[in-house]
């Protein structure tokens, strides 16, 4: 379907095709001088001293917890209001995903407060989600987790670029993982990197990205290394110039369309608070996000179809994020929830509706947009 509004889109211009043609021309298509400024340059962006480049988010997530040595016997604290990916690293490790509830259905973040009760001696990490850009309170997360041994990644998937307190999210905990899927701030069509402060994690991201061995092939090009030796059971999670050439244009554009994203979700904010039936999550945040999603709330879950498709029908692409992760068949059968023992989670995941929102959308789309929300929900109010 062609959508006249589609949910998300990507910000490609000239300067993607120029530099996607000069690695073609170089012919040194696998990680080599371009990936590694692309890291140079993430790094300094979340402002760690370290930056790997993977072929996506998942990766990132799976290596951040293959690193930090966590497996069998070890639980992992997750949130089920996310995508799939954040949790199922959890079980390529073989731990065990414990998930608790979010804080409110104005906050779709992690609960501290959850997390404190969901703590064991098997404990071993938590997972923060950094939902649509909007800041985990990373304060109270540490608060929780103080005197304690219990590692903590962000899932900043949606966030390359917002600040909390002053620094980047992606910079809070033991790792910070970004995915440059095509619906992403910034993309790569697929990709992602792991963000760090500590230097055995970086050395063994390193090393587990390419086949656990001890060099890669770039070294061996440039005289760095002669030889390798294999010293960890690694994986294949390289990413190519092609892909990190396209992340270096991307990255110099994410702060102009961040603002564009910010301008954009107060546009839709000020109109959306007029509509009956209709909140808004997420007004008042900590920090400054980087405005991935435009979630809302239907204050009647029963109109969510009918919304959908009336503005499917006038061309405006909308979506769910997220079908709690606990409902999958998968996590059902092998990790059940018991009924209500994540209220906030499952009224999100019945009442929230994504709205289109890029940095190449108009104030008129905005105005589109809300126009026919208005318009679809009203009339089934009371469905
Ligand atoms: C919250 C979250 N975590 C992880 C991922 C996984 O990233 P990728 O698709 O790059 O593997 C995604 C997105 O796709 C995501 O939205």
């Given at each position: 379907m062609a959508w006249q509004i589609p949910l998300a889109d990507i910000d490609f211009g000239p300067e993607e095709h120029q530099a996607v043609q000069e690695v073609l021309t170089s012919k040194w298509l696998s990680m080599g001088q371009v990936t590694e400024t692309f890291e140079q340059q993430f790094a300094a962006l979340i402002d760690v001293p370290y930056a790997v480049a993977v072929s996506s988010g998942?990766?990132?997530?799976?290596?951040?917890?293959?690193?930090?040595?966590?497996?069998?016997?070890?639980?992992?604290?997750?949130?089920?209001?996310?995508?799939?990916?954040?949790?199922?690293?959890?079980?390529?490790?073989g731990a065990t995903p414990v998930f608790v509830d979010i804080t409110s259905p104005d906050d779709f973040s992690i609960d501290p407060a959850a997390i404190a009760?969901?703590?064991?001696?098997?404990?071993?990490?938590?997972?923060?989600?950094?939902?649509?850009?909007?800041?985990?309170?990373?304060?109270?997360?540490?608060?929780?987790?103080?005197?304690r041994s219990i590692a903590v990644i962000e899932d900043a998937a949606h966030a390359p670029g917002a600040r909390l307190d002053g620094r980047a999210l992606g910079s809070f905990g033991d790792a910070g993982c970004f995915s440059f899927f095509a619906n992403k701030n910034m993309t790569t069509g697929e990709g992602g990197m792991l963000t760090t402060a500590r230097h055995d994690v970086y050395q063994r991201v390193r090393r587990l990205r390419s086949h656990g061995m001890t060099s890669l092939t770039w070294d061996r090009h440039r005289g760095h290394a002669s030889g390798y030796d294999v010293v960890d059971l690694g994986f294949n999670y390289r990413t190519t110039e092609i892909n990190t050439a396209l992340g270096l244009v991307q990255l110099h554009k994410l702060a102009d369309n961040a603002q564009?994203?910010?301008?954009?979700?107060?546009?839709?904010?000020?109109?959306l608070r007029a509509i009956p039936g209709v909140t808004v999550p997420f007004q008042a945040h900590r920090g400054t996000s980087a405005y991935h999603l435009l979630p809302i709330l239907l204050d009647n879950p029963t109109v969510r179809?009918?919304?959908?498709?009336?503005?499917?029908?006038?061309?405006?692409?909308?979506?769910?994020?997220?079908?709690?992760?606990?409902?999958?068949?998968?996590?059902?059968?092998?990790?059940?929830?018991?009924?209500g023992r994540l209220p906030q989670t499952e009224a999100v995941g019945t009442r929230e509706l994504t709205l289109p929102l890029y940095a190449t959308m108009t104030d008129t789309q905005v105005d589109t947009v809300c126009a026919a929300l208005a318009a679809a929900v009203q009339p089934s109010e009371g469905l």
């Amino acid at each position: 379907m062609a959508w006249q509004i589609p949910l998300a889109d990507i910000d490609f211009g000239p300067e993607e095709h120029q530099a996607v043609q000069e690695v073609l021309t170089s012919k040194w298509l696998s990680m080599g001088q371009v990936t590694e400024t692309f890291e140079q340059q993430f790094a300094a962006l979340i402002d760690v001293p370290y930056a790997v480049a993977v072929s996506s988010g998942t990766a990132a997530l799976h290596l951040a917890l293959a690193a930090l040595d966590i497996g069998p016997g070890d639980e992992v604290i997750v949130p089920s209001l996310t995508f799939v990916a954040s949790v199922n690293a959890v079980l390529y490790v073989g731990a065990t995903p414990v998930f608790v509830d979010i804080t409110s259905p104005d906050d779709f973040s992690i609960d501290p407060a959850a997390i404190a009760r969901a703590l064991t001696p098997a404990t071993k990490a938590v997972i923060v989600v950094h939902y649509g850009g909007y800041a985990v309170d990373m304060a109270a997360i540490a608060t929780v987790l103080a005197g304690r041994s219990i590692a903590v990644i962000e899932d900043a998937a949606h966030a390359p670029g917002a600040r909390l307190d002053g620094r980047a999210l992606g910079s809070f905990g033991d790792a910070g993982c970004f995915s440059f899927f095509a619906n992403k701030n910034m993309t790569t069509g697929e990709g992602g990197m792991l963000t760090t402060a500590r230097h055995d994690v970086y050395q063994r991201v390193r090393r587990l990205r390419s086949h656990g061995m001890t060099s890669l092939t770039w070294d061996r090009h440039r005289g760095h290394a002669s030889g390798y030796d294999v010293v960890d059971l690694g994986f294949n999670y390289r990413t190519t110039e092609i892909n990190t050439a396209l992340g270096l244009v991307q990255l110099h554009k994410l702060a102009d369309n961040a603002q564009r994203r910010q301008r954009l979700t107060a546009r839709y904010q000020q109109q959306l608070r007029a509509i009956p039936g209709v909140t808004v999550p997420f007004q008042a945040h900590r920090g400054t996000s980087a405005y991935h999603l435009l979630p809302i709330l239907l204050d009647n879950p029963t109109v969510r179809a009918h919304v959908m498709q009336s503005l499917a029908g006038q061309g405006i692409q909308t979506s769910m994020h997220y079908p709690p992760i606990h409902h999958f068949s998968l996590y059902r059968q092998r990790y059940p929830v018991p009924p209500g023992r994540l209220p906030q989670t499952e009224a999100v995941g019945t009442r929230e509706l994504t709205l289109p929102l890029y940095a190449t959308m108009t104030d008129t789309q905005v105005d589109t947009v809300c126009a026919a929300l208005a318009a679809a929900v009203q009339p089934s109010e009371g469905l």
